[in-house]
């Protein structure tokens, strides 16, 4: 092949490359942006209906109000949910993409990493499909505890019980990851099958049985 050939089909795959990763880079960013949104939302959802009832009626507000703001930001053909390796709500129990990335969000924790710089994102080949997903830890604060801490008042405990039997989001400190906000975007064109990791982010452990996870660093 001649050299000129062969540098103009070098410039093609370079420049297709970087719109690929400027197009990950940008889906990434509306991630986030959908992210603090839901998150100032339902933070201030809850702290209202805590001042206004006090904690056993702002558990409403996570049953039905959490559901509600997600599903008014999941336009564009973007699904966006919370979940967890330990759920109160057993509709919130994470796919196996999600458990691998929460796993690795604790162990990027053990290791001292903040849990407000975990994310993860990735580009997946699904058949014909692309699928864009895109994961943040949530950190536990003090909020937090009232309802998945250790001490939780009576009222409270007994309210969570008759609505959630198999509660497993108690025993929570400060400090630990609650779970992870999730995101989700299919698209029906062509995209190369490509990920990315965001400045803090070491890539998951490669999993050949599933292909769920396919990073190289
Ligand atoms: C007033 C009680 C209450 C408080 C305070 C509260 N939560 Fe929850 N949380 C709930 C309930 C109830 C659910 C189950 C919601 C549902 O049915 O989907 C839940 C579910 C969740 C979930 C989804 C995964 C699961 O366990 O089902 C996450 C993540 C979560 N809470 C994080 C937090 C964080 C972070 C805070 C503090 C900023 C917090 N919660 C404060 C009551 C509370």
């Not at 509306?30 to 992210?35: G, N």
């Not at 201030?44 to 558990?59: R, S």
């Not at 604790?106 to 997946?124: F, H, P, S, T």
Request: aromatic share 6%; net charge negative; with cysteine.
């Amino acid at each position: 092949m001649p050299a000129r050939t062969c540098l103009f089909m070098l410039c093609v795959l370079v420049s297709s490359l970087q719109a690929n990763a400027n197009e990950l880079q940008q889906l990434a960013d509306a991630s986030r942006d959908i992210i603090s949104e839901f998150s100032s939302h339902l933070k201030n959802a809850l702290t209202d209906a805590i001042q206004e009832g006090g904690p056993v009626n702002a558990i409403a507000v996570c049953k039905t109000r959490a559901p509600e703001i997600a599903e008014a930001l999941s336009r564009e053909g973007w699904q966006i949910r919370r979940t967890s390796l330990k759920v109160r709500n057993p509709a919130n129990t994470p796919d196996e993409f999600e458990r691998k990335v929460l796993e690795d969000f604790e162990r990027r924790k053990n290791e001292g990493k903040d849990i407000r710089q975990l994310a993860y994102y990735k580009m997946k080949e699904v058949g014909e499909q692309s699928e864009f997903r895109y994961m943040t830890a949530i950190p536990t604060d003090e909020l937090c505890l009232t309802c998945h801490g250790n001490t939780i008042s009576e009222a409270v405990k007994t309210r969570l019980d008759q609505l959630y039997p198999g509660d497993q989001a108690r025993g929570f400190r400060t400090g630990d990851i609650r779970g992870a906000f999730s995101l989700k975007k299919i698209f029906r064109r062509e995209l190369q099958g490509e990920e990315s990791i965001q400045p803090d982010n070491a890539p998951l452990p490669a999993d050949e049985t599933t292909g769920e996870v396919t990073n190289s660093p």
